[in-house]
């Protein structure tokens, strides 16, 4: 009797788990770009900073989706009444898929991450 069957099957089943961790298992690769990328997005940045992270021009919305996110931080009292939305399309991933941030001026005062389980 051999123990090598047994020692490859753990290698392989740790390269598998490696590459789980290192790929987000599965994950999909443009997903998991954005959602680093909107990560690093914080409250109170500007609009230059966001879009040294996100890219150049977010285009202005009114998605509901946003607008629903708006409602629920209003309620908490953290959103002024100018809040403006911009959104970030993830590539690949068509219309629906996107970062949201919205500003006050020229600062971060909320973000969203918009359909990402899709």
Do not use: H
Not at 14 to 30: E, H, I
Not at 53 to 75: A, H
Not at 82 to 94: A, F, I, L, N
């Amino acid at each position: 009797m051999t123990c090598r069957p047994v020692s490859v099957s753990l290698a392989v089943m740790f390269a598998w788990l490696l590459c789980c961790a290192v790929s987000g298992c599965g994950r999909d690769a443009a997903i998991a770009e954005a959602e680093a990328k909107c990560d690093k997005v914080k409250i109170g940045m500007t609009a230059a900073e966001v879009e040294a992270i996100l890219g150049p021009g977010g285009e202005e919305t009114s998605d509901p989706n946003l607008l629903g996110v708006q409602k629920v931080v209003e309620k908490e009292g953290n959103l002024p009444a100018s809040t403006k939305w911009k959104k970030w399309k993830v590539p690949g991933k068509g219309e629906r898929v996107y970062i949201g941030v919205a500003f006050d001026g020229d600062k971060v005062v909320s973000k969203a991450k918009v359909n990402f389980d899709e």
